[in-house]
Nanobody
Framework: QVQLVESGGGLVQPGGSLRLSCAAS????????MGWYRQAPGKQRELVAS???????NYLGSVKGRFTISRDNAKNTVYLQMNSLQPEDAAVYYC???????????WGQGTQVTVSS
C-alpha cells in the first residue's frame, strides 16, 4: 500500500519559516518526481515546487527564492523549506509522487499551513 505522509504544517507569523516533510512508503522512491502542491479555499490546486529523480527543480514564480525543495532518497522523503512566508502562502499543502516512466501518481492527505499575525 502506497502512502505519502506530510508533516510540518502549522501556524506561523508573516516572515516566518516552516519545513514540510513528506515520507513515502510502499514505493521505490528514487524513480519518482516529487512535488508539493497547495490549495487555498476557493482556489485551484497549484504546483509549488517539484524535484525530479535527477535533482532538477522547478518552482512556482511567487515562491522562487523563498522556498526550497529537496529530497533524501535514503529516507524516502521530500522536503519543502519555506522562508519569508506571507499570508498568500496559506493553504493546504499536498505531496505528490509521479513515476517518471509509468506516470502513476500518488497524493498525500495534505497539511495545513496558516500564515497570520
Amino acid at each position: 500500500q502506497v502512502q505519502l505522509v506530510e508533516s510540518g504544517g502549522g501556524l506561523v507569523q508573516p516572515g516566518g519559516s516552516l519545513r514540510l516533510s513528506c515520507a513515502a512508503s510502499g514505493i521505490i522512491f528514487r524513480p519518482y518526481t516529487m512535488g508539493w502542491y497547495r490549495q487555498a479555499p476557493g482556489k485551484q490546486r497549484e504546483l509549488v515546487a517539484s524535484i525530479t529523480s535527477g535533482g532538477s527543480t522547478n518552482y512556482l514564480g511567487s515562491v522562487k527564492g523563498r522556498f526550497t525543495i529537496s529530497r533524501d532518497n535514503a529516507k524516502n522523503t521530500v522536503y519543502l523549506q519555506m522562508n519569508s512566508l506571507q499570508p498568500e502562502d496559506a493553504a493546504v499543502y499536498y505531496c505528490n509522487a509521479v513515476h517518471e516512466t509509468r506516470l502513476t501518481s500518488y497524493w498525500g492527505q495534505g497539511t495545513q499551513v496558516t500564515v497570520s499575525s
